[in-house]
């Protein structure tokens, strides 16, 4: 059925002015709302553009996939220092609050003060860890600016990184849909096994 669906795709032209658009889109949205698995997107957009005649088209998947997660967290970021500033926070800053453990924030308050704002790079490729360092930054009033300077080499190493997961599983499978099932499958184990883990361990320590 999957394999049908693929060859009824319309021509690679079309699948262009339509994905690059989408991907940024989602990208952004899952980088604000942070419920969307943006990693498995653009892997599945590194293995449709793998498969592509263009010589420039995984070049623009990383571009786009780059500047949406950027533009994404600079947005949350602003939102997030409307809330600290206000004297009844905002719903954004309590949306990022709920969703770093207690834990996690204080780990991450750790590395901010001991690497400064070059620990978003690494949050950006440890699952679950962007929200508890943008809390901490958030918290500790760190400049808008600062924190766009620091998040820059954090957005093109995650974009890079989940790039390449897209781009060996669209090598290793002949069909396009295999390496994006396969791309897929990986990323959403890396992003999400992790948590799984904690959970498990949480639940038999009790």
């Known amino acids: 059925m999957i394999q049908e669906v693929v060859r009824q795709l319309p021509p690679e032209s079309t699948q262009q002015a339509v994905g690059y658009p989408s991907l940024f ?3 952004s949205l899952g ?5 969307v698995p943006t990693g498995a997107l653009v892997s599945s957009a590194a293995v449709v553009a793998l498969h592509q005649s263009s010589p420039f088209a995984l070049l ?3 571009a786009v996939a780059s500047a949406a997660a950027f533009l ?3 947005c949350l970021y602003w939102l997030g220092q409307r809330g600290v500033r206000s004297r009844n926070g905002s719903k954004w800053l309590r949306t990022i609050n709920d969703r770093a453990a207690p834990e996690r924030l204080a780990q991450a308050q750790q590395k ?3 690497h400064g704002a070059m620990v978003l790079v690494l949050s950006r490729l440890i699952p679950a860890g962007r929200i508890p360092v943008m809390l901490a930054c958030l918290l500790g009033r760190m400049p808008l600016r600062r924190f766009a300077r620091g998040d820059v080499p954090a957005c093109l190493a995650w974009a890079a990184t989940y790039q390449l997961i897209g781009i060996l599983g669209g090598s290793l499978f002949p069909e396009p849909w295999q390496g994006m099932a396969a791309a897929v499958g990986l ?3 890396i992003s999400g096994g992790p948590a ?3 959970r498990m361990r949480a639940r038999f320590a009790h």
């Open 25 to 27: 889109l989602l990208v």
């Open 31 to 35: 980088s604000l709302v942070p419920v």
């Open 60 to 62: 623009i998947v990383f």
């Open 72 to 74: 994404g967290d600079i």
């Open 112 to 114: 901010l003060d001991e």
């Open 187 to 189: 990323t959403l184990l």
């Open 196 to 198: 799984a883990w904690r």
